[in-house]
């Protein structure tokens, strides 16, 4: 069994900070590609950042320069490291993951998600 767990949200006055936490927990193998999404009220869940198992990061226009992605492997952890915070990123934040569960017996991949975690940023 394999779970991700989002971990850190909270309230924050705009230009504040917060890091989320993504922690992969269970029967691992390997974790490649991990993502963090958000979600606002009446939105569709978009895109944030995206880190690769080597360290490769990739993040949203909207979010450049104000959030930073990170892992540890040793861990099985991804960590969502966000400053300059404004009103238009509260949202549920959400992580995913593509996961080889161990004993599977193949190279399959597996993709998981977290229960989310909401960051409020007052204004």
């Known amino acids: 069994q394999v779970q991700l767990v989002e971990s850190g949200g909270g309230l924050v006055q705009a230009g504040g900070s917060l890091t989320l936490s993504c922690a992969a927990s269970g029967s691992i193998f390997s974790i490649n590609h991990v993502r963090w999404y958000r979600q606002a009220p009446g939105t569709q869940r978009e895109s944030v950042a995206f880190i690769t198992r080597g360290g490769t990061t990739d993040d949203a226009d909207s979010v450049k320069g104000r959030f930073t992605i990170s892992r540890d492997n040793a861990k099985n952890t991804v960590y969502l490291q966000m400053s300059s915070l404004k009103p238009e990123d509260t949202a549920v934040y959400y992580c995913?993951?593509?996961?080889?569960?161990?004993?599977?017996?193949?190279?399959?991949?597996?993709?998981?998600w977290g229960q989310g975690t909401q960051v409020t940023v007052s204004s």
């Open positions: 995913n993951a593509d996961i080889r569960p161990s004993g599977s017996g193949t190279s399959d991949l597996y993709r998981y």
